[in-house]
């Protein structure tokens, strides 16, 4: 089982310093995990109330450090683990730009990037970015078709509705080509399942009920086997958080969870330690609790 250590929020036991997600992804290195990964917001606005999957965790003016810089940063401080965005928002990054820099961060960790991407959910990111958030989804696909084509083809032509360009050279490309792993962060739907299968790998659920899991999983390997791609999808997804008497987040009962949720789906594990953190001490031993679903 593929175990991804989700860093979000951990800096701020080292005072908010950023550096401090060395230390840690170097302990999630020793313990076995796959990979890390990294959340993403450009900008934030005060409409926290959108925000579409409960209460927003943190303040708006809250900092957000740019996912692809700090693992650059992380690549350069190990050797095996995987480099992964939950999720990186594609559509806010010129398309062009996206690729050269994802391909920059897979050479210098050979091999070790996977994208975790979305569309995000806050309208106000896409108006400082000048992307019409009306279009989103359109300019979301040509984005991700575009890098696929730039991570593998010199020159390279496109005619999207968006983006149009001909002989371009993009170098270099990734370490990995266009194998590159594309995870995506979006609600499952036939019309989705399909376009992962044109172009992806794999799947991120929004939610950690099992049915949720085992109907998008479903819906994506239909979608594959129609596209006779080999590989079975990816699906890397959380474990539902598990509350104690008291009313506090539970590791040990929310890892007794994973058989259930491997059963509906799931192919790799994310977990987000924050939720289970209470001091900058607790976070190697609840790693090390963590690593020991990589038996299953």
């Known amino acids: 089982m593929k175990l991804i250590a989700g860093l979000f929020g951990l800096h701020n036991f080292y005072e908010g310093d950023i550096n401090s997600y060395i230390e840690i992804s170097q302990s999630a290195e020793e313990l076995g995990f796959h990979g890390i990964s990294l959340t993403d917001h450009v900008v934030m606005g005060k409409n926290l109330h959108k925000y579409p999957f409960g209460s927003f965790p943190l303040p708006s003016e809250a900092p957000w450090y740019e996912p692809l810089t700090v693992l650059t940063m992380i690549a350069s401080h190990t050797t095996k683990l995987h480099l992964g965005t939950a999720v990186l928002i594609a559509s806010l990054r010129n398309p062009a730009l996206l690729a050269k820099t994802a391909a920059t961060l897979d050479s210098i960790s050979k091999g070790r990037l996977e994208l975790g991407v979305g569309m995000g959910w806050q309208e106000e990111e896409y108006h400082v970015a000048g992307v019409p958030f009306e279009k989103r989804s359109e300019i979301f696909w040509e984005t991700l078709k575009i890098c696929q084509l730039l991570w593998e083809s010199s020159p390279a032509s496109f005619a999207g509705n968006i983006y149009k360009f001909e002989d371009i050279w993009c170098q270099p490309q990734p370490f990995q080509g266009s194998d590159l792993p594309l995870l995506f962060g979006l609600k499952m ?108």
Not at 231 to 249: E, F, K, M, V, W
Not at 271 to 283: A, G, L, T
């Open 189 to 296: 739907t036939q019309e989705t399942a399909q376009k992962i299968a044109n172009i992806g790998h794999g799947w991120i659920p929004i939610k950690t009920d099992a049915d949720f899991i085992a109907n998008g999983k479903e819906l994506l390997a239909a979608a594959f086997k129609k596209n006779n791609v080999k590989n079975i999808p990816r699906i890397r997804g959380q474990l539902p958080t598990q509350i104690d008497a008291s009313g506090a987040p539970n590791l040990e009962l929310t890892l007794q969870q994973a058989e259930k949720s491997i059963a509906a789906g799931l192919t790799e594990i994310e977990i987000f330690p924050i939720n289970f953190v209470r001091s900058r001490e607790d976070i190697k031993p609840v790693l090390s609790a963590i690593s020991d679903l990589s038996k299953l």
